[in-house]
């Protein structure tokens, strides 16, 4: 269950966190006209006399006021391993902490990837992603996954990469150890729902605390913070213009770019839209109910998933029900930190495995045999899965994640609005 208590300060804020916007000239007043003194016409009997017109006022030139700060890239050695025969050049992006204080002179460093094109002629404008989360490490993915995900694009364009602040390589990191302590600690724990909410917030009141003791303004862990650091870093780098990709949460990020820097974005990707009115809190019980049915619905209505796995949805109800009474012991492999752990997965694991695999077009096929696999007392596939997502959690920042979601959800939703609907079929 997310907590909002690492970010106390942030959520306290009665206000939402303001928009930086770009330091604008300094308006100057148009000059009054002033009265020009006129002779008197001298009188011709002949001629009419004629009005003197004034002269039209000139404003006086005005100086362009200095930028409150000057975003600066900086070439840095690859805090990641580089895949096999790419080019690649790295540095860090500096940009103030929070731009609606930048005379405190806190600054973040973002780091930053440049990975050059197969092509000896490239197009000008280069690919930027954007992460998803929030709070995903880009980069430090890169190892596992950069081959499969991004090499195409790499056949007429330069693809940049970045951890946004807050996250990955980028300084100071808001990850949360303590929270993944306390999760490696407590696998083959039977705690109530209860117990773990309540050990899960220590960690993260730990962490909060732990990161403000550190000077750290979380109010400025934003999107909107973030969408103004993509904007310096076109300019940083000298792109006239680039194409925003954005995943997930990355599709929150690149829409409030366009909303608020525009210039210099050619086109944009969204892949898995998260829109900008779509509230995480109180809309994920409601969707991932939904994405349940439509997963059971379709297997019910393919005739080879029906014949192999009837009655999915029942079968499923009853396996919950029967783990959350009598919980299996598995032994999962952490790949991150190459260590083996006794698991405990009782229903409500599986009603959280079932969630983050319905994200995947790999995962969903095989949920079905998974299934029945367990309800009988075959665990290879969800011992590897598990394995699988326990090591992800070393690639996100949580105290990131909450920050955003602080700062931009949570502040503004009531405990009402996320609890769980009396009709859920599957919640």
């Known amino acids: 269950a997310l907590s909002a208590v690492l970010l106390l300060a942030a959520c306290g804020s009665e206000e939402p966190t303001p928009t930086p916007v770009p330091v604008a000239q300094e308006e100057t007043a148009e000059p009054e006209p002033t009265d020009v003194p006129t002779e008197e016409p001298t009188a011709v009997p002949t001629e009419a006399p004629t009005d003197t017109p004034e002269p039209t006022p000139t404003a006086e030139p005005t100086a362009t006021p200095e930028p409150a700060y000057t975003a600066n890239f900086e070439s840095a050695d690859c805090q990641f391993a580089v895949p096999a025969g790419r080019d690649v050049a790295c540095g860090y992006l500096t940009v103030p902490e929070n731009r609606n204080d930048v005379a405190n002179g806190r600054t973040v460093r973002l780091h930053v990837a440049i990975f050059a094109s197969e092509s000896s002629n490239p197009a000008p404008d280069p690919i930027i992603y954007l992460e998803g989360g929030p709070g995903g490490d880009a980069l430090e993915t890169v190892p596992l996954a950069f081959e499969m995900r991004f090499s195409p694009f790499l056949a007429d364009h330069t693809f940049i990469m970045f951890d946004q602040r807050g996250t990955g390589y980028s300084e100071p990191s808001l990850a949360c150890p303590e929270l993944i302590d306390l999760t490696l600690e407590t696998l083959d724990d039977d705690l109530s729902i209860e117990e773990g909410q309540q050990l899960q917030l220590d960690a993260l009141t730990e962490c909060h605390d732990r990161l403000v003791d550190e000077g750290v303004d979380l109010t400025a862990y934003n999107s909107a913070e973030s969408a103004a650091d993509v904007a310096d870093l076109r300019v940083a780098l000298g792109y006239d213009e680039w194409n925003l990709y954005g995943i997930s949460y990355g599709t929150r990020l690149a829409q409030t770019i366009v909303r608020d820097y525009?210039?210099?974005?050619?086109?944009?990707?969204?892949?898995?839209?998260?829109?900008?009115?779509?509230?995480?809190?109180?809309?994920?019980?409601?969707?991932?109910?939904?994405?349940?049915?439509?997963?059971?619905?379709?297997?019910?209505?393919?005739?080879?998933?029906?014949e192999a796995y009837p009655d999915l949805d029942q079968v499923f109800a009853d396996l919950v029900d029967e783990l959350n009474a009598n919980p299996l012991t598995i032994n999962v492999f952490n790949l991150a930190d190459g260590q083996s752990y006794d698991a405990l997965i009782d229903g409500d694991t599986m009603v959280s495995l079932l969630f983050q695999a319905l994200y995947s077009v790999e995962l969903t096929p095989i949920m079905p045999k998974l299934i029945f696999d367990v309800r009988d007392g075959r665990t290879t596939d969800v011992v590897t899965i598990l394995s699988s997502l326990l090591a992800q959690q070393e690639f996100s920042s949580q105290g990131m994640q909450l920050s955003v979601q602080c700062n931009e959800e949570i502040s503004f939703s009531t405990p009402g609005e996320t609890g769980q609907a009396p009709n859920f079929t599957y919640l």
């Open 262 to 306: 525009p210039e210099g974005i050619r086109s944009v990707i969204l892949d898995s839209t998260y829109p900008l009115a779509a509230n995480l809190q109180t809309e994920t019980a409601v969707n991932a109910d939904r994405a349940f049915s439509v997963f059971f619905a379709g297997c019910a209505a393919d005739a080879a998933c029906a």
